[in-house]
T-cell receptor, first 116, second 115 residues
Framework: AQSVTQLGSHVSVSEGALVLLRCNYS??????LFWYVQYPNQGLQLLLK??????LVKGINGFEAEFKKSETSFHLTKPSAHMSDAAEYFC??????????????FGSGTRLSIRP | EAGVTQSPTHLIKTRGQQATLRCSPI?????VYWYQQALGLGLQFLLW???????NRGNFPPRFSGRQFPNYSSELNVNALELEDSALYLC??????????????FGSGTRLTVV
């Protein structure tokens, strides 16, 4: 079975500082991994995804994430935070395929706040 | 290309009433997923439909039900509404042929408020 743990329900950084949102996963098979962003009262938007190609994945809005199999981690980073990055971020895992077990499992989310 | 569309955007109902929420997937996507996002509870998986059939459901009572139409659009029905059903309901679609590698595309959600 797949599972996702996001460390820290709330992260606050200063504008211009490094953003680091942590995600650890558990999967019995090579996983697909995703980061989604949710702005207030909106749906989720895909930031980036890992599908067994390059371990360093670049996404939209300057975000990137590195897949580390040995650490079962997929942390999200951005070198310099902008006020517009304030949102809820969800890490997610899927085993792929087509079955009830293949649906995407979401973490509990991390709310990112940016201090001026 | 149109994204996943949900209607209505907001819905206010009285306790005990029924609510109907609608979702149109991206063209070519046959799988539709429903999630409930209540305050402080994250994303809770509700239902998965594909090719007109219910494929999987989450840990919700039977008063949460739905269906998928031949054009792959979907409807979520919530009967006998309770105050704790107040939440943002999100619909997502995916192309099952990619095996989930593309992730889901989400709609903007329906905000259901039960008073």
């Amino acid at each position: 079975a797949q599972s996702v743990t996001q460390l820290g329900s709330h992260v606050s950084v200063s504008e211009g500082a490094l953003v680091l949102l942590r995600c650890n996963y558990s999967s019995s098979v090579p996983p697909y991994l995703f980061w989604y962003v949710q702005y207030p009262n909106q749906g989720l938007q895909l930031l980036l995804k890992y599908t067994s190609a390059a371990t360093l994945v670049k996404g939209i809005n300057g975000f990137e994430a590195e897949f580390k199999k040995s650490e079962t981690s997929f942390h999200l980073t951005k070198p310099s935070a902008h006020m517009s990055d304030a949102a809820e971020y969800f890490c997610a895992v899927s085993r792929g395929g087509y079955s009830s077990a293949s649906k995407i499992i979401f973490g509990s989310g991390t709310r990112l706040s940016i201090r001026p | 290309e149109a994204g996943v569309t949900q209607s209505p955007t907001h819905l206010i109902k009285t306790r005990g009433q029924q609510a109907t929420l609608r979702c149109s997937p991206i063209s070519g996507h046959t799988s539709v997923y429903w999630y409930q996002q209540a305050l402080g509870l994250g994303l809770q998986f509700l239902l998965w439909y594909d090719e007109g059939e219910e494929r999987n459901r989450g840990n919700f009572p039977p008063r949460f039900s739905g269906r998928q139409f031949p054009n792959y659009s979907s409807e979520l029905n919530v009967n006998a509404l309770e105050l704790e059903d107040s939440a943002l309901y999100l619909c997502a679609s995916t192309d099952k042929m990619t095996g989930g590698a593309d992730g889901y595309t989400f709609g903007s959600g329906t905000r259901l408020t039960v008073v």
